[in-house]
């Protein structure tokens, strides 16, 4: 695994970098560009059946929950996936502890760059999407998920302790759940075995028989990489929950998504900006070479106009009736001069990035055909000192020689921090040295 990963799991926190693995204690500062993935402290998690409309399915959970003594104080649900059976529904949920919740985002809150959130059933249920069923072993728990078009069944179970014989009791009770609770089984269905985080130099390939044995289903492994020391080896297969999950399935604030998206696909949003700055480029080129030659045409019709009025004498026209007839070529002609004499989209686009560098985030920019100014909208660097981050780019504008007016951002304007400008070059005074 090349890209940075923390796992939060069973109160334990162990990152991966570059291949390299190291524990830390609780809430560690975070390399840039962490992905984490957390089960919020073993947090109640599972499927639930509720007789209530699915708006409504959060607040029966949590009170049932809470009257069999499974959480205790306030949470917050998270629904994973909302399953319609008949005048009910089946709610896949987490219920994590409010304090728990507050902690994390605050945690997350003190970092400069942006590190998505997953929790581990939402990867669970990603990865349940492309197979019919998963199982996922972290230490001596072990997480059964079905997720598909005609079932949703969640089994939790734990072994004792590490011995073989307590870990095959465990995976006992959970077949012997399934068969109660998942209908439907063949030979045909696949089962996908994810070890999150196990000790030993590989997986046991003796669970996934005694469980394929018990199911009478095909049981298959996601890839493992090892780690750890030769007196603890330990391995994990994390990677595949982590492969089908994105900014979308990430639990940050939507500003944060969206901002980790713009991050991912920086690379083509500065190519696609070449390719328009290339193409402006050229169409200013051709609106000078058609400007230079209707100025020609221009001169010759005068030219014209004067040898006629030579020739006439007394009886010549006034040179604006005979004019009239190309009045749209002139027309076109003084708008020309106008685009000509106009901003220049690729020296204010420079100055912009350069203002915006680590300062703020700029989402549109916008030409004002009538006053030749650029509308722009965008987000401060970061909550924390969005302020001064914003006032530092307006600062920079107005050093290069721009003339800033804000605007009202509209309906986007409900997004936290978003400022909308109208930016215009200040033109140099008479005389002045350029």
Known sequence: MKSSLLLALQDGWLSCRDGVWQEHTEFPRLASGTNILTDFGNAPFGVMPVDTRPDFAAAVIEKTLRAEGLVDGEVHMLPHRIFAVGGGSRVLYTAVPLSQWQQVHAWLSTHTSIHLLFSLETAMLALAQKHDAVICRIDRQFRLLVSNSTNLVSISVNAFSDDQDDIETALNNLCDQARQQWQGRNDKMSLLWVDVLASGAELERSHLAHVAQ??????????????????????????????VLDWRNALNPALDRVAAASDRFGVPIAALTAMCGIGLLALSGWWGVQALQLQDQAQEVKQEIAKIDQSNGKMALSPDVLMQPFNPETTFLSKLGDALHGPDPLEFLN?????????????RVRL??????FRVDGVPYTDGSSEKSLSSFLGEMQKMGYQLKSEDPGVQGQQTGLFSYSISKIAPLAGAAK
């Open 368 to 373: 004002n055909g009538k006053d030749s100014s």
């Open 351 to 363: 100055d912009l990035r350069q203002a915006s560098f680590q300062r703020v985030r700029v989402m």
């Open 214 to 243: 018990r199911l009478h289903l095909k049981v298959e492994a996601a890839p493992c990489v090892k780690f750890g020391t030769a007196e603890q080896p330990r391995h994990s297969a994390v990677g595949a929950l982590m492969g």
